[in-house]
């Protein structure tokens, strides 16, 4: 499967930002899809997955104000994000595998497909 991640850009601190992950590939709705970041000079890390029927997880950072969701007949997760703050200023990155436990969605390593990222700036 291909990823192809869209809709970041500058939004300020306490707006929205709707980020979308768009697949190819006719199997989409069996992949576990997910959302990363990654800042400069810091480590990856999780913020969202979501399973084939819609069950959804969050980090903690952005349990409340995140909100993930799919749509399988147009092969596209989307990230809502709300109430953004500057320290979430990173590029996002949607990553998707098949048969993923619970307990391994929050790892990056874990991921065997991954779209190009897409960067997100939060203003002060």
């Known amino acids: 499967v291909q990823l192809q991640a869209s809709g970041g850009g500058l939004v300020q601190a306490g707006g929205s930002l709707r980020l979308s992950c768009a697949a190819s590939?006719?199997?989409?709705?069996?992949?576990?899809v997910a959302w990363f970041r990654q800042a400069p000079g810091k480590e990856r890390e999780f913020v969202a997955a979501?399973?084939?029927?819609?069950?959804?997880y969050y980090a903690d950072s952005v349990k409340g104000r995140f909100t993930v969701s799919r749509d399988n007949l147009k092969k596209t997760v989307f990230l809502q994000m709300n109430s953004v703050k500057p320290e979430e200023t990173a590029v996002y990155h949607c990553?998707?595998?098949?048969?993923?436990?619970?307990?391994?969605?929050?790892?990056?390593?874990?991921?065997?497909?991954w779209g190009q990222g897409t960067l997100v700036t939060v203003s002060s």
């Open positions: 990553a998707a595998r098949r048969g993923l436990i619970v307990s391994a969605l929050s790892s990056s390593k874990e991921y065997h497909y």
């Open positions: 590939g006719p199997t989409f709705n069996t992949y576990v």
């Open positions: 979501i399973r084939l029927r819609g069950d959804t």
